[in-house]
Nanobody
Framework: QVQLVESGGGLVQAGGSLRLSCAASGRTFRTYGMGWFRQAPGKEREFVAA????????YYADSVKGRFTISKENAKNTLYLQMNSLKPEDSAVYYC??????????????????WGQGTQVTVSS
């Protein structure tokens, strides 16, 4: 099994930046892809960004394209999400997730079988 621990959340003003990290441990060799999702109060958990662990193919939700960048450091088994030009509507709990499914649809929640505990991001206007 893979264990995931997120960090880097916090309070930031609109237009500011934050960098989230997700440290993976355990059987990371079984990971095909990793992603970031977010959930605001009263809303469904939604896809933000994803990356294949070996090839580095990236995917983004339209709402964050051009502002967020997903990256990884395989040697450290760590996933990152650089968030720039933050908006109040980006406020949510951000979760990282891992998927073992070869060629799985990384934009879909059901593809992932391991989730971190989440980190709060709050953007003030």
């Amino acid at each position: 099994q893979v264990q995931l621990v997120e960090s880097g959340g916090g309070l930031v003003q609109a237009g500011g930046s934050l960098r989230l990290s997700c440290a993976a441990s355990g059987r990371t060799f079984r990971t095909y892809g990793m992603g970031w999702f977010r959930q605001a109060p009263g809303k469904e958990r939604e896809f933000v960004a994803a990356i294949t662990w070996i090839g580095g193919t990236v995917y983004y939700a339209d709402s964050v394209k051009g502002r967020f960048t997903i990256s990884k450091e395989n040697a450290k088994n760590t996933l990152y999400l650089q968030m720039n030009s933050l908006k109040p509507e980006d406020s949510a709990v951000y979760y990282c997730a891992a998927s073992p499914v070869i060629r799985g649809v990384l934009t879909t929640r059901n593809t992932y079988n391991t989730w971190g505990q989440g980190t709060q991001v709050t953007v003030s206007s």
